[in-house]
């Protein structure tokens, strides 16, 4: 199978995705791809351009709007959305990065998180204990949003438009993103910051002791763009990165039912649920960009060259992981980059481990006996950054 198969998403790809990517990096990890762009699938130089940040920055997407713009007539809702990104701390840089990164990440865990994730539990729990089956994508699509509802006060009729904005605003991540995409997700992006200011609005009128609302006070009416694009990029990461993580989580667990797991011991349960990041990787690649003419493993790079780093590739190299393929919940040390490295390293990685932590152990032990449906095969989606299903039936009892 070619290296451009890597970003193909077909089934069969999707399928055997580990294998594939096994055969790039042992021929070719460090390479340009059909597109120009130098994909890097190596634990050590992955981890190493993570740490650079000096010589690669996060994805300036300035060029990018430019050429579609012109091409969409200067579509007002594009230009909305390309100022907003440049607020997603996904896309921010030096000073500005370290600065509201510090600011966001104090805010967020502020709540409760104990208290709000044990109760999306048991609501999610509750909702299925007396169904024969479900689709697994839906059980942890509506767990992800129990959590970020109850951390910025939404309502629970937002459930479909959250879910439809954090699923498409994600396709600004594929490589083969066209015009068409891209104006989906600006409009999809413009339709977030009406219901955001909706939200707030009802929040200030009902005195929501809300987190919302205590950003915005923070930063002031003269931020508001800062504020919209902060929540797009952490309900969007919230949502489809949870989502994917945790299906797929579960699937594995379904996969190996062999292997006893001691939950009840909170080591146990955390080395699991590290090498389950591991295994899983729920962000395929993350997009990086050379900041000067430069000279990385022997090529030469330009200014503004985009940098492809493969996470789950790098989670499974030999050379740092003994038997990678294997799933091995005892595995210890697990020096996984499932979230990253260097300054920015996921900032809901905390959250996400805590979630898991107490998610797993109660949803496998409500339903001792999920299995795949054996008669409606799982349907995996056509994103290639965030590969997943998008839809994986399950038998509950």
């Not at 990096?25 to 190596?42: A, E, Q, S």
């Not at 050590?44 to 713009?69: H, L």
């Not at 609005?201 to 923070?218: A, D, G, P, V």
């Amino acid at each position: 199978m070619s290296v451009a198969a890597i970003w193909s998403s077909q089934n069969k790809i999707s399928q055997n995705y580990a294998d594939l990517i096994d055969d790039v990096r042992k021929t070719n990890p460090v390479h340009l791809n059909v597109f120009g762009d130098l994909v890097v699938m190596d634990y050590k130089n992955v981890k190493k351009i993570f740490a650079d940040s000096e010589n690669f920055q996060n994805f300036d997407f300035k060029e990018r709007f430019k050429v579609v713009s012109a091409i969409a007539n200067n579509d007002p809702a594009l230009l909305e959305f390309g100022e907003s990104l440049r607020h997603w701390l996904l896309f921010m840089n030096g000073e500005a990065h370290a600065e509201h990164r510090k600011m966001v990440n104090k805010k967020f865990y502020e709540a409760n998180y104990e208290h709000i994730t044990l109760e999306a539990i048991q609501g999610v729990i509750g909702a299925y204990q007396d169904q024969e089956e479900a689709d697994l994508v839906e059980i942890t699509r509506k767990f992800s949003f129990l959590i970020i509802s109850k951390i910025i006060g939404l309502k629970s009729e937002d459930y479909d438009f959250i879910q439809k904005f954090s699923y498409v605003i994600t396709l600004i991540f594929e490589k083969t993103l066209n015009v068409k995409d891209l104006l989906e997700c600006a409009h999809m992006s413009r339709q977030f910051r009406s219901y955001l200011g909706e939200t707030l609005s009802r929040q200030e009128k009902e005195l929501t002791n809300s987190l919302l609302l205590e950003m915005q006070e923070i930063m002031g009416s003269t931020r508001v763009n800062e504020l919209i694009g902060t929540w797009e990029f952490l309900v969007n990461a919230a949502t489809e990165t949870t989502t994917l993580l945790l299906t797929r989580s579960i699937a594995t667990l379904i996969e190996h039912k062999d292997i006893a797991i001691d939950w009840n011991a909170h080591d146990g349960c955390a080395i699991a649920v590290e090498e389950l990041i591991r295994y899983v990787s729920p962000v395929n690649w993350i997009p990086r960009q050379v900041k000067e003419d430069m000279e990385f493993a022997g090529l030469q790079l330009k200014k503004g060259k985009t940098v492809l780093l493969g996470i789950a590739s790098a989670n499974r190299d030999p050379d740092i992981f003994q038997n990678p393929e294997t799933f091995i919940p005892t595995r210890k040390p697990n020096p996984h980059i499932g979230f990253g490295f260097g300054i920015h390293h996921c900032m809901g990685a905390r959250l996400s481990r805590f979630e898991m932590q107490k998610f797993l152990p109660r949803f496998m032990a409500a339903f001792p006996n999920i299995r795949l449906h054996p008669d409606k095969p799982g349907e995996w989606d056509s994103k290639v950054f965030f590969r997943g299903h998008k839809h994986l039936p399950v038998l509950l009892k």
